[in-house]
């Protein structure tokens, strides 16, 4: 607590780096799926999809293209991925924040088919370390 009291006793203001940077970041989560996982859309769901959670991968996604959220959806069954998705829009109608949940799952199962994905990065892997031993 101390610690975080001396953090804030001192008024040292932003440079101009520090808040260029908490400006993108601002504007990127304006790109961003509202979502604050209610959970009211999965219950209507006739797949059983986990909704917030794949939103959470699409914000994932927007934040940063990183393998973090290909690596999440890679740890769903193949009928639990945003693909599984049939756009009957029942999430939608039972979401309080109006979010159109089958063209952001749409729009998440293009970004997880484009990638990067973590597989793909360990066949890269296992290809240069099967090379350097053929030397």
């Excluded at 996982?37 to 999965?42: L, P, Q, W």
């Excluded at 959670?53 to 990183?66: E, I, M, P, R, V």
């Excluded at 199962?109 to 360990?122: A, F, K, R, V």
């Amino acid at each position: 607590m101390e610690d975080n009291l001396r953090t804030f006793r001192e008024k040292v203001p932003l440079t101009d780096g520090e808040r260029s940077v908490l400006m993108d970041i601002a504007e990127n989560l304006k790109t961003g799926v509202p979502c604050t996982a209610c959970r009211y859309c999965c219950s209507g769901c006739p797949q059983g999809l986990d909704i917030p959670y794949l939103l959470q991968c699409y914000n994932d996604y927007k934040y940063a293209a990183t393998m973090t959220p290909s690596v999440r959806i890679d740890a769903l069954e193949e009928d639990k991925r945003p693909a599984a998705c049939i756009g009957c829009g029942q999430c939608s109608h039972a979401c309080p924040q109006g979010i159109d949940v089958p063209a952001a799952l749409a729009r998440l199962s293009q970004m997880y088919e484009e990638g990067p994905h973590w597989s793909d990065q360990i066949r890269r892997r296992q290809k240069s370390i099967h090379e350097d031993l053929k030397k």
